[in-house]
């Protein structure tokens, strides 16, 4: 591998000692990049350990607030190097943003009509809003895959948090809400949107919340046409690409941004 990752407290005691000999049995060192993590501090800053006794029991925590709740506690917002407080609130908040997308994907997919046998987006015909959704969408995977390729992961993971909680599910479903109860509507059915966007987001969240997106994912896929997706698990799909063409500068403005 080209990469090592470590926490900074052992940069010396691990790292430097592997380079060096490296350079002495081989001539060459094991690994081109070094990724720093920061520590696990608690509530007052100090450092988690077991002699002090202000480790979390990793047991009761993934009890109380589920595995992928942990994950997001332990990734969104940091950066390399910097240290993290392992709060109750970061917790509760993973665990809030889990059953966020527990609750969007059971709107989508109690939205969808038993009947529908295509879910294919007609681009030429969306209103507005599909437009600024989906310029949204993509332009968040521009930015993410940006911050991704340069070990950003904290920032990339608090970008999809964002625009899944700020954009996606507080106001692209709000709005869907009133056209799927309105009786008179000449748009088209934002339910291909719905699915697209949901279906690109856990891609996109996948490697940051595995357990989580694999189950709604799955769900989704059993409430689609059978030829929607033949692939067995969200691991082994495509990592979503940014669509620049769906990219729409006068949407977002449309929309207030």
């Known amino acids: 591998t080209?990469?090592?990752?470590?926490?900074?407290?052992?940069?010396?005691?691990?790292?430097?000692?592997?380079?060096?000999?490296?350079?002495?049995?081989?001539?060459?060192i094991p690994f081109r990049t070094v990724y720093l993590h920061g520590l696990i501090?608690?509530?007052k800053g100090e450092k988690m350990s077991k002699i002090k006794g202000n480790v979390l029991n990793p047991i009761d925590t993934l009890e109380k607030y589920g595995t992928d709740a942990l994950r997001f506690a332990l990734s969104t917002g940091t950066s390399p190097g910097n240290d993290i407080k392992l709060t109750p609130?970061?917790?509760e908040a993973g665990r809030n943003f889990a059953n966020k997308l527990w609750n969007a994907t059971r709107f989508v997919v109690r939205s969808i009509e038993p009947e529908r046998t295509d879910v294919k987006i007609q681009w030429s015909l969306l209103p507005?809003?599909?437009?600024?959704?989906?310029s949204r969408l993509n332009s968040t995977i521009a930015s993410i895959t940006s911050l991704m390729e340069d070990f950003q992961f904290g920032e990339a993971q608090r970008q999809i948090y964002d625009f899944l909680w700020g954009e996606f599910c507080d106001w692209y479903i709000?709005?869907?809400?009133?056209r799927l109860r309105s009786s008179v509507n000449e748009a088209p059915s934002p339910i291909p949107v719905l699915v697209y966007v949901l279906e690109t987001s856990l891609r996109l969240l996948h490697p940051y919340m595995p357990f989580v997106t694999e189950e709604l994912?799955?769900?989704l896929k059993q409430h689609l046409p059978p030829d929607w997706q033949a692939t067995e698990s969200i691991m082994v799909v495509a990592y979503p690409i940014a669509d620049e063409a769906a990219i729409d500068p006068p949407a977002s403005i449309g929309q207030g941004e």
């Open 174 to 178: 709000e709005i869907a809400k009133i």
């Open 89 to 91: 609130s970061r917790l």
């Open 217 to 219: 994912w799955q769900n």
């Open 2 to 28: 080209a990469v090592m990752e470590t926490g900074y407290d052992i940069l010396f005691f691990w790292v430097a000692r592997m380079i060096m000999m490296g350079l002495e049995d081989t001539g060459d």
């Open 128 to 134: 507005v809003e599909d437009r600024w959704i989906l």
């Open 41 to 43: 501090r608690d509530e």
